[in-house]
Protein backbone atom coordinates (compact mmCIF):
# COMPACT_ATOMS: atom_id res chain seq x y z
CA UNK A 1 0.00 0.00 0.00
CA UNK A 2 1.45 3.57 -1.07
CA UNK A 3 2.14 5.96 2.00
CA UNK A 4 1.75 9.64 1.86
CA UNK A 5 4.14 12.18 3.79
CA UNK A 6 3.20 15.42 4.85
CA UNK A 7 5.71 17.66 6.39
CA UNK A 8 5.02 21.73 6.99
CA UNK A 9 7.07 24.73 9.07
CA UNK A 10 4.62 23.63 12.31
CA UNK A 11 2.56 20.41 12.91
CA UNK A 12 0.06 20.45 15.09
CA UNK A 13 -0.41 16.77 16.67
CA UNK A 14 -4.05 17.41 18.66
CA UNK A 15 -2.09 18.72 21.68
CA UNK A 16 1.37 20.85 20.82
CA UNK A 17 2.79 22.70 18.49
CA UNK A 18 5.86 20.91 16.77
CA UNK A 19 8.63 21.63 14.08
CA UNK A 20 10.77 19.69 11.58
CA UNK A 21 8.31 16.27 11.86
CA UNK A 22 6.80 14.31 8.95
CA UNK A 23 3.54 12.56 9.44
CA UNK A 24 3.25 9.51 7.95
CA UNK A 25 -0.38 8.20 6.44
CA UNK A 26 -2.02 5.11 4.67
CA UNK A 27 -3.68 6.13 1.54
CA UNK A 28 -6.49 6.30 3.13
CA UNK A 29 -5.53 8.95 5.54
CA UNK A 30 -4.63 6.51 8.56
CA UNK A 31 -2.05 7.79 10.53
CA UNK A 32 1.02 5.42 10.62
CA UNK A 33 3.59 7.66 12.34
CA UNK A 34 5.06 11.22 13.28
CA UNK A 35 8.89 10.70 12.66
CA UNK A 36 11.82 13.45 12.49
CA UNK A 37 12.48 14.66 9.14
CA UNK A 38 15.19 12.53 8.99
CA UNK A 39 13.58 9.32 9.28
CA UNK A 40 11.34 9.95 6.86
CA UNK A 41 12.79 9.13 3.63
CA UNK A 42 11.15 10.98 -0.22
CA UNK A 43 8.55 11.52 -1.14
CA UNK A 44 7.14 14.31 1.60
CA UNK A 45 5.48 16.94 0.61
CA UNK A 46 6.06 20.79 2.01
CA UNK A 47 3.23 22.94 2.74
CA UNK A 48 3.58 25.71 4.07
CA UNK A 49 1.94 26.72 7.55
CA UNK A 50 0.47 24.62 10.35
CA UNK A 51 -0.71 21.02 9.67
CA UNK A 52 -3.19 20.12 11.97
CA UNK A 53 -5.91 17.34 12.64
CA UNK A 54 -9.07 17.91 10.76
CA UNK A 55 -11.34 20.27 13.26
CA UNK A 56 -14.43 19.17 14.92
CA UNK A 57 -17.03 21.64 14.61
CA UNK A 58 -18.79 20.92 17.76
CA UNK A 59 -21.92 22.75 17.45
CA UNK A 60 -23.65 23.63 14.01
CA UNK A 61 -27.00 23.97 12.59
CA UNK A 62 -26.67 22.26 9.02
CA UNK A 63 -29.85 22.89 8.28
CA UNK A 64 -30.34 26.64 8.84
CA UNK A 65 -27.85 27.15 6.21
CA UNK A 66 -30.41 28.28 3.61
CA UNK A 67 -30.69 31.60 5.77
CA UNK A 68 -26.92 33.15 5.66
CA UNK A 69 -27.00 36.85 5.33
CA UNK A 70 -31.11 36.69 6.17
CA UNK A 71 -31.04 38.24 9.19
CA UNK A 72 -28.87 41.20 9.66
CA UNK A 73 -25.64 41.09 12.16
CA UNK A 74 -26.38 42.82 15.52
CA UNK A 75 -29.99 42.23 15.70
CA UNK A 76 -29.83 41.22 19.52
CA UNK A 77 -31.21 37.85 20.60
CA UNK A 78 -34.63 38.28 20.40
CA UNK A 79 -34.89 39.64 17.47
CA UNK A 80 -32.38 36.82 15.78
CA UNK A 81 -34.87 34.34 17.48
CA UNK A 82 -37.74 35.51 16.00
CA UNK A 83 -36.44 36.10 12.70
CA UNK A 84 -35.24 32.52 12.87
CA UNK A 85 -38.34 30.75 13.65
CA UNK A 86 -40.23 33.77 11.32
CA UNK A 87 -38.33 33.17 8.17
CA UNK A 88 -36.59 29.22 8.17
CA UNK A 89 -39.81 28.05 5.58
CA UNK A 90 -38.41 28.00 2.37
CA UNK A 91 -39.32 25.56 -0.60
CA UNK A 92 -37.15 22.25 0.40
CA UNK A 93 -35.44 22.28 -2.58
CA UNK A 94 -33.25 24.95 -1.31
CA UNK A 95 -33.10 24.23 1.69
CA UNK A 96 -31.13 20.75 0.35
CA UNK A 97 -29.07 22.83 -1.90
CA UNK A 98 -27.98 25.12 0.86
CA UNK A 99 -27.33 21.78 2.87
CA UNK A 100 -24.91 20.53 0.40
CA UNK A 101 -23.22 23.81 -0.51
CA UNK A 102 -22.10 24.28 3.55
CA UNK A 103 -21.03 20.85 4.21
CA UNK A 104 -18.77 21.28 0.62
CA UNK A 105 -17.55 23.92 2.12
CA UNK A 106 -16.71 22.85 5.86
CA UNK A 107 -15.40 19.99 4.21
CA UNK A 108 -12.95 21.45 1.91
CA UNK A 109 -12.34 23.82 5.08
CA UNK A 110 -10.88 20.74 6.95
CA UNK A 111 -14.03 19.77 9.33
CA UNK A 112 -13.97 16.45 9.72
CA UNK A 113 -16.75 15.99 12.08
CA UNK A 114 -19.76 18.03 13.58
CA UNK A 115 -22.41 18.27 15.90
CA UNK A 116 -25.51 19.05 14.72
CA UNK A 117 -28.27 20.48 16.39
CA UNK A 118 -31.59 19.11 14.05
CA UNK A 119 -35.20 20.46 13.81
CA UNK A 120 -36.26 18.82 11.52
CA UNK A 121 -34.47 15.12 8.91
CA UNK A 122 -33.93 17.94 6.13
CA UNK A 123 -30.15 17.14 6.63
CA UNK A 124 -30.21 13.36 6.64
CA UNK A 125 -29.89 12.72 2.88
CA UNK A 126 -26.79 14.73 2.55
CA UNK A 127 -25.22 12.80 6.07
CA UNK A 128 -26.21 9.57 4.29
CA UNK A 129 -23.53 9.95 1.77
CA UNK A 130 -21.33 10.09 5.05
CA UNK A 131 -18.32 12.60 3.82
CA UNK A 132 -18.08 13.56 7.10
CA UNK A 133 -18.94 12.26 10.75
CA UNK A 134 -22.01 13.70 12.59
CA UNK A 135 -23.44 13.62 15.99
CA UNK A 136 -27.33 14.59 15.61
CA UNK A 137 -28.75 16.86 18.55
CA UNK A 138 -32.12 15.91 17.42
CA UNK A 139 -34.06 19.86 19.57
CA UNK A 140 -37.12 19.44 21.36
CA UNK A 141 -39.06 23.35 22.13
CA UNK A 142 -42.04 23.56 24.20
CA UNK A 143 -41.92 26.13 27.16
CA UNK A 144 -45.80 25.54 27.91
CA UNK A 145 -45.68 22.50 30.47
CA UNK A 146 -49.57 21.03 28.56
CA UNK A 147 -47.40 21.04 24.99
CA UNK A 148 -44.60 18.78 26.64
CA UNK A 149 -45.59 15.09 25.71
CA UNK A 150 -46.43 16.42 21.73
CA UNK A 151 -43.05 18.03 21.47
CA UNK A 152 -41.43 15.10 22.91
CA UNK A 153 -43.08 13.09 20.73
CA UNK A 154 -42.53 15.03 17.36
CA UNK A 155 -38.72 15.08 18.30
CA UNK A 156 -38.74 11.25 18.84
CA UNK A 157 -40.49 11.06 15.44
CA UNK A 158 -37.56 13.01 13.49
CA UNK A 159 -34.78 10.66 16.19
CA UNK A 160 -36.38 7.14 15.01
CA UNK A 161 -35.34 8.80 11.36
CA UNK A 162 -32.05 9.36 12.09
CA UNK A 163 -31.16 6.30 14.08
CA UNK A 164 -32.99 4.46 11.18
CA UNK A 165 -30.62 5.89 8.44
CA UNK A 166 -27.15 5.01 10.31
CA UNK A 167 -27.52 1.96 12.38
CA UNK A 168 -23.78 1.46 12.56
CA UNK A 169 -22.61 4.49 13.38
CA UNK A 170 -21.33 4.50 16.50
CA UNK A 171 -19.33 6.79 19.33
CA UNK A 172 -18.06 6.42 23.04
CA UNK A 173 -22.18 6.27 23.26
CA UNK A 174 -23.31 3.63 20.85
CA UNK A 175 -25.31 6.15 18.71
CA UNK A 176 -24.77 9.46 16.82
CA UNK A 177 -28.32 10.74 17.59
CA UNK A 178 -29.73 11.92 20.23
CA UNK A 179 -32.86 14.24 21.83
CA UNK A 180 -32.03 17.62 23.30
CA UNK A 181 -33.65 20.60 24.39
CA UNK A 182 -32.88 23.64 23.32
CA UNK A 183 -32.16 26.25 25.46
CA UNK A 184 -33.49 27.51 29.55
CA UNK A 185 -36.17 29.33 28.21
CA UNK A 186 -37.89 27.37 25.61
CA UNK A 187 -38.27 24.18 27.31
CA UNK A 188 -40.43 23.59 30.11
CA UNK A 189 -39.37 21.48 33.53
CA UNK A 190 -41.63 18.32 31.78
CA UNK A 191 -40.18 18.39 28.39
CA UNK A 192 -36.71 18.28 29.68
CA UNK A 193 -38.06 15.68 32.53
CA UNK A 194 -39.46 13.53 29.18
CA UNK A 195 -35.84 14.21 27.54
CA UNK A 196 -33.65 13.64 30.50
CA UNK A 197 -35.06 10.09 32.02
CA UNK A 198 -35.04 9.23 28.07
CA UNK A 199 -31.16 8.98 27.62
CA UNK A 200 -30.02 8.73 31.05
CA UNK A 201 -26.50 7.99 29.81
CA UNK A 202 -26.65 9.92 26.78
CA UNK A 203 -24.97 12.97 25.28
CA UNK A 204 -26.64 16.15 25.44
CA UNK A 205 -26.21 19.43 24.89
CA UNK A 206 -27.94 23.28 25.52
CA UNK A 207 -28.56 26.34 24.17
CA UNK A 208 -26.51 27.50 27.44
CA UNK A 209 -26.64 31.38 28.96
CA UNK A 210 -26.45 33.11 25.27
CA UNK A 211 -27.40 36.51 26.25
CA UNK A 212 -27.86 38.78 29.07
CA UNK A 213 -31.38 38.93 28.09
CA UNK A 214 -31.80 34.92 28.96
CA UNK A 215 -29.89 35.67 32.08
CA UNK A 216 -32.27 38.12 33.38
CA UNK A 217 -35.60 36.25 32.68
CA UNK A 218 -34.10 32.93 34.20
CA UNK A 219 -33.08 35.33 37.63
CA UNK A 220 -35.84 37.81 37.60
CA UNK A 221 -38.62 37.01 34.35
CA UNK A 222 -37.84 40.50 33.41
CA UNK A 223 -36.43 41.98 30.31
CA UNK A 224 -36.44 41.51 26.50
CA UNK A 225 -37.64 37.75 26.09
CA UNK A 226 -41.43 38.77 27.77
CA UNK A 227 -41.31 40.86 23.99
CA UNK A 228 -40.77 37.17 22.43
CA UNK A 229 -43.62 35.53 24.08
CA UNK A 230 -45.61 37.48 23.63
CA UNK A 231 -44.69 38.52 19.55
CA UNK A 232 -45.39 34.54 19.85
CA UNK A 233 -48.94 34.56 20.82
CA UNK A 234 -47.66 32.21 24.20
CA UNK A 235 -48.87 33.35 27.22
CA UNK A 236 -46.70 32.54 30.27
CA UNK A 237 -48.35 34.02 33.26
CA UNK A 238 -47.88 30.78 35.13
CA UNK A 239 -43.79 31.00 34.98
CA UNK A 240 -41.90 31.73 38.21
CA UNK A 241 -38.61 32.06 37.88
CA UNK A 242 -36.30 30.60 40.70
CA UNK A 243 -34.03 33.57 41.48
CA UNK A 244 -30.80 31.43 40.20
CA UNK A 245 -28.37 31.97 36.77
CA UNK A 246 -29.71 30.31 34.06
CA UNK A 247 -27.27 27.53 34.41
CA UNK A 248 -28.01 27.20 38.25
CA UNK A 249 -31.39 26.74 36.95
CA UNK A 250 -30.55 24.04 34.24
CA UNK A 251 -27.87 22.08 34.81
CA UNK A 252 -29.69 19.95 37.94
CA UNK A 253 -32.71 18.99 35.45
CA UNK A 254 -30.02 16.97 33.66
CA UNK A 255 -28.74 13.37 35.10
CA UNK A 256 -25.74 12.72 36.71
CA UNK A 257 -24.49 9.92 34.10
CA UNK A 258 -25.38 12.21 31.03
CA UNK A 259 -22.87 13.82 29.53
CA UNK A 260 -24.19 18.06 28.19
CA UNK A 261 -22.04 20.09 25.89
CA UNK A 262 -23.56 23.72 27.00
CA UNK A 263 -22.97 25.85 24.42
CA UNK A 264 -22.15 29.75 24.23
CA UNK A 265 -21.86 30.48 27.67
CA UNK A 266 -21.64 34.33 27.70
CA UNK A 267 -23.03 35.07 31.06
CA UNK A 268 -21.26 32.01 32.77
CA UNK A 269 -19.86 33.69 36.09
CA UNK A 270 -17.43 32.33 38.75
CA UNK A 271 -20.66 31.35 40.77
CA UNK A 272 -21.69 29.13 38.18
CA UNK A 273 -18.43 27.02 37.71
CA UNK A 274 -18.27 26.32 41.90
CA UNK A 275 -21.67 25.02 41.51
CA UNK A 276 -21.08 22.97 38.80
CA UNK A 277 -17.99 21.88 40.52
CA UNK A 278 -19.49 20.77 43.68
CA UNK A 279 -22.34 19.45 42.02
CA UNK A 280 -19.41 17.18 40.25
CA UNK A 281 -17.84 16.19 43.44
CA UNK A 282 -21.36 15.26 45.18
CA UNK A 283 -21.97 13.30 42.26
CA UNK A 284 -25.18 15.25 41.74
CA UNK A 285 -24.70 17.06 38.12
CA UNK A 286 -23.81 15.61 34.65
CA UNK A 287 -20.29 15.73 33.23
CA UNK A 288 -19.92 19.00 30.83
CA UNK A 289 -18.41 20.04 27.93
CA UNK A 290 -18.24 24.37 27.53
CA UNK A 291 -18.43 24.78 23.63
CA UNK A 292 -17.22 28.47 22.26
CA UNK A 293 -19.02 29.97 19.02
CA UNK A 294 -17.16 33.10 19.38
CA UNK A 295 -18.36 34.53 15.66
CA UNK A 296 -21.73 33.74 16.60
CA UNK A 297 -21.85 35.35 19.63
CA UNK A 298 -20.68 38.55 17.59
CA UNK A 299 -22.93 38.71 14.86
CA UNK A 300 -25.84 38.31 17.31
CA UNK A 301 -24.43 41.01 19.53
CA UNK A 302 -24.21 39.20 22.79
CA UNK A 303 -20.51 39.62 23.03
CA UNK A 304 -18.14 37.06 24.20
CA UNK A 305 -17.68 34.73 27.06
CA UNK A 306 -15.21 34.80 29.71
CA UNK A 307 -12.74 33.14 28.13
CA UNK A 308 -9.94 33.17 30.95
CA UNK A 309 -12.35 32.31 33.74
CA UNK A 310 -13.51 29.09 31.67
CA UNK A 311 -9.80 28.19 31.36
CA UNK A 312 -8.71 29.06 35.30
CA UNK A 313 -11.47 26.63 36.29
CA UNK A 314 -9.98 23.67 33.98
CA UNK A 315 -13.05 23.54 32.11
CA UNK A 316 -13.28 21.35 29.10
CA UNK A 317 -13.15 23.51 26.23
CA UNK A 318 -14.46 23.35 22.78
CA UNK A 319 -15.12 25.11 19.72
CA UNK A 320 -18.71 25.42 17.27
CA UNK A 321 -19.37 27.82 14.28
CA UNK A 322 -22.90 27.58 15.06
CA UNK A 323 -25.28 28.55 11.57
CA UNK A 324 -25.31 29.91 8.88
CA UNK A 325 -27.98 32.39 10.08
CA UNK A 326 -25.67 33.83 12.77
CA UNK A 327 -22.35 33.51 11.02
CA UNK A 328 -20.59 34.76 7.65
CA UNK A 329 -18.99 30.81 7.53
CA UNK A 330 -19.02 27.54 8.57
CA UNK A 331 -14.92 27.76 8.97
CA UNK A 332 -13.35 26.50 12.71
CA UNK A 333 -10.05 28.28 11.16
CA UNK A 334 -11.86 31.61 11.41
CA UNK A 335 -13.42 30.69 14.82
CA UNK A 336 -10.25 29.87 16.57
CA UNK A 337 -8.64 33.20 14.93
CA UNK A 338 -11.60 35.23 16.65
CA UNK A 339 -10.67 33.61 19.49
CA UNK A 340 -6.86 34.71 19.40
CA UNK A 341 -7.59 37.82 18.28
CA UNK A 342 -9.50 38.58 21.37
CA UNK A 343 -7.41 36.68 23.73
CA UNK A 344 -3.80 36.73 22.93
CA UNK A 345 -2.47 35.72 25.54
CA UNK A 346 -3.93 31.92 25.09
CA UNK A 347 -0.94 29.79 23.11
CA UNK A 348 -2.50 29.18 19.99
CA UNK A 349 -1.69 25.18 20.46
CA UNK A 350 -4.63 25.46 23.42
CA UNK A 351 -7.20 27.12 20.62
CA UNK A 352 -6.11 24.19 18.17
CA UNK A 353 -6.71 21.59 20.95
CA UNK A 354 -10.27 22.74 21.28
CA UNK A 355 -10.64 22.94 17.83
CA UNK A 356 -9.55 18.91 17.23
CA UNK A 357 -9.07 16.84 20.44
CA UNK A 358 -11.06 18.48 22.91
CA UNK A 359 -14.23 18.24 20.21
CA UNK A 360 -13.12 14.84 19.23
CA UNK A 361 -13.30 13.68 23.29
CA UNK A 362 -17.04 16.11 23.77
CA UNK A 363 -18.64 13.97 20.81
CA UNK A 364 -16.72 10.93 21.87
CA UNK A 365 -15.07 10.19 18.88
CA UNK A 366 -11.30 10.43 20.20
CA UNK A 367 -10.99 7.01 18.86
CA UNK A 368 -10.83 7.79 15.32
CA UNK A 369 -10.44 12.21 14.91
CA UNK A 370 -8.70 15.05 16.68
CA UNK A 371 -4.78 13.85 16.90
CA UNK A 372 -2.32 12.42 14.45
CA UNK A 373 -1.99 9.00 16.63
CA UNK A 374 -1.08 6.22 14.62
CA UNK A 375 -4.21 4.44 14.18
CA UNK A 376 -6.60 7.32 14.17
CA UNK A 377 -8.26 8.71 10.46
CA UNK A 378 -8.65 12.51 11.65
CA UNK A 379 -7.78 14.31 8.45
CA UNK A 380 -4.86 16.12 7.26
CA UNK A 381 -5.64 20.24 7.42
CA UNK A 382 -2.97 22.92 6.22
CA UNK A 383 -3.75 26.21 8.05
CA UNK A 384 -1.82 29.19 6.83
CA UNK A 385 -0.15 30.91 10.06
CA UNK A 386 -2.51 33.90 10.31
CA UNK A 387 -5.41 31.44 10.38
CA UNK A 388 -6.93 32.96 7.21
CA UNK A 389 -6.95 29.72 5.09
CA UNK A 390 -7.63 26.33 5.95
CA UNK A 391 -7.70 23.72 3.44
CA UNK A 392 -7.73 19.31 3.58
CA UNK A 393 -5.16 18.14 1.71
CA UNK A 394 -5.47 14.59 3.48
ZN1 LIG B 1 -27.06 27.05 18.06
New binding site residues.
Partial sequence: MGYRKFSAPQIFTGSELREALVLITDADGRVEALVDRQEAGDDVQYWDGILTPGFVNA?C?LELSHMKDVIPAGSGMIDFLLGVMGQRAVQEELVLQAIEAAETAMRQQGIVAVGD?CNTAFTLPQKQAGRLYYQNFIEATGFLDATAAARFAAAETVYHQFRAAAPAVTNRWGANSSIVPHAPYSVSPTLFGLIAISQPHGLLTL?NQESEAEEQFMQTGQGGFNRLYETLGLDIAFYQPQGKTSLQTTLPRFLPNQTVLL?HNITTSEADLQFLEEGRQAGSLPEVHFCL?PNANLYIGNGLPDVHLLLQHGVNLVIGT??LASNHALDMAAEINTLRQHFPQIPLQTLLQWGTLNGAIALGIEDRFGSFEPGKQPGVVIVSEDLSVARRVG
Fill in positions: HHIHVCDS
